[in-house]
């Protein structure tokens, strides 16, 4: 089956500091994989996404690499804001079927001025 | 700017009570709507997903009469909960999808069950 493991939480660290948020799945096929963000009360919104092998998503700052090799999708912002305070998602899209996310069960990332 | 508004944003109300959440894509076509639901610190549980002009499909273990999906057009889905109780409370999320484009969540609305 498909599923999305990731690095439990919370995480705390200082503004400046370097994230990383471990993800890693499991897929039947070559699946699509994102990075999803929840700020307190809001859905959820798209933050980076890659499609294929040894593809590097980014935005904000955020980067993940799609590594096949490890079936590894790590989260990484080399200084962190107050503001990246949010919840952090990691899932994916099996290639073939229905476009059902599956999500990883979340890391609350909290960030201390 | 928003590209899904999902109303209302919080709802509180007596048990026994019907919800209606109501979710629109603004300024896409949405072929497929989800409704997930979300309790405190953990993830997203998709309860079903529906496709245009067919009806909705539930995960297994979600009621499809207690949960009332209807994709109503293109750009229209609403979730009833009927006969809403105190189990019922959550944070329940919409998201929409068009052709050749990602999921756009909307911002969720929370039910209260008194």
């Known amino acids: 089956g498909n599923s999305v493991t990731q690095m439990e939480g919370p995480v705390t660290l200082s503004e400046e500091a370097f994230l990383t948020i471990n993800c890693t799945y499991t897929?039947?096929?070559?699946?699509?994989l994102f990075w999803y963000v929840q700020y307190p009360g809001e859905g959820l919104q798209l933050l980076l996404k890659a499609t294929k092998a040894d593809d590097k998503g980014s935005n904000k700052g955020f980067e993940a690499t799609y590594r096949k090799e490890t079936t590894s999708f790590h989260l990484e912002k080399g200084s962190v804001q107050v503001s990246d305070s949010a919840v952090y998602f990691c899932a994916l899209v099996p290639i073939q079927g229905a476009q059902k996310l599956v999500f990883g069960q979340g890391t609350r990332l909290t960030i201390n001025p | 700017g928003a590209v899904v508004s999902q109303h209302p944003s919080w709802v509180i109300c007596k048990s026994g009570t019907s919800v209606k959440i109501e979710c629109r894509s603004l300024?896409?076509?949405?072929?497929?709507m989800f409704w997930y639901r979300q309790f405190p610190k953990q993830s997203l549980m998709l309860m079903a997903t529906s496709n245009e002009g067919s009806k909705a499909t539930y995960e297994q273990g979600v009621e499809k009469d207690k949960f009332l999906i209807n994709h109503a057009s293109l750009t229209l889905s609403t979730l009833t909960v009927t006969s809403a109780h105190p189990e019922d409370s959550s944070f329940y999320i919409c998201?929409?999808?068009?052709?050749?484009?990602?999921?756009?969540f909307g911002d969720g609305t929370r039910l209260s069950i008194l």
């Open positions: 300024d896409f076509q949405a072929t497929t």
């Open positions: 897929a039947t096929g070559y699946p699509s």
């Open positions: 998201s929409l999808q068009g052709w050749d484009q990602p999921q756009h």
